[in-house]
């Protein structure tokens, strides 16, 4: 089946920016998410890319999404200590509409 | 963005009782939701997708005699835990599908049980 893998952790300085990467099987994944989860609370959706584009940007973060290799990653530009949270990767999962979840980023920032 | 509640955020129970979980789109109508499962530093499980005015449909592994999910509006769908026992002491989230768009989910706040 469907699989979604991301690295675990990644810890960067106050300002720099931060890069998190997903990997992802099942090719026919029509959109591909990044949701934010802070300690107790649910998922908060940051942003989507549909597969036919290569790249979208809003305001602080960009997706890159590289159909070929099936890798799509998120960039934080001028990390905060408030960006500090597990950052989710989900492909869709053909029309059913599931989501499969990638096992979370923690991304810790550094003052 | 589209707002999702759930109630209750958290919840206390006995042993061998039932709860009840609501989860509500506030500002859309959904007709899908999902009910997931997340254990401590773990990813979501995705538990069972709920359909307006039909039946859910259940993942592989999920007892649904034990998780009964209701979804009798456009905007809400519940969840109720049968004869609660400890193992089932967990974070529950629920997520609503947007009928527009890229066919993105936004969660609820989700809600912690803890069952005694």
């Not at chain 2, 509640?5 to 061998?16: A, D, L, R, T, Y």
């Not at chain 2, 026992?85 to 629920?94: G, K």
């Amino acid at each position: 089946g469907e699989d979604v893998e991301q690295s675990l952790f990644l810890s960067v300085r106050e300002g720099d920016s931060s890069v998190i990467n997903c990997t992802y099987t099942d090719s026919s994944s029509t959109y591909l998410y990044w949701y934010k989860q802070e300690p107790g609370a649910g998922l908060q959706l940051l942003t989507y890319i549909f597969s036919n584009m290569d790249m979208k940007q809003d305001q602080r973060l960009t997706v890159l999404l590289n159909k070929k290799d099936k890798h799509l990653s998120l960039r934080i530009a001028d990390t905060q200590t408030g960006d500090s949270a597990i950052y989710f990767c989900a492909a869709s999962s053909g029309n059913t509409g599931k989501l499969i979840f990638g096992q979370g980023t923690t991304l810790q920032v550094k003052p | 963005g589209a707002v999702v509640s759930q109630h209750p955020s958290w919840v206390i129970c006995k042993s061998g009782t039932s709860v009840k979980i609501e989860c509500r789109s506030l500002d859309f109508q959904a007709t899908t939701m999902f009910w997931y499962r997340q254990f401590p530093k773990q990813s979501l499980m995705l538990m069972a997708t709920s359909n307006e005015g039909s039946k859910a449909t259940y993942e592989q592994g999920v007892e649904k005699d034990k998780f009964l999910i209701n979804h009798a509006s456009l905007t809400l769908s519940t969840l109720t835990v049968t004869s609660a026992h400890p193992e089932d002491s967990s974070f529950y989230i629920c997520s609503a599908q947007s009928p527009t768009g890229g066919g993105e989910q936004y969660f609820g706040p989700g809600t912690r049980l803890t069952v005694t």
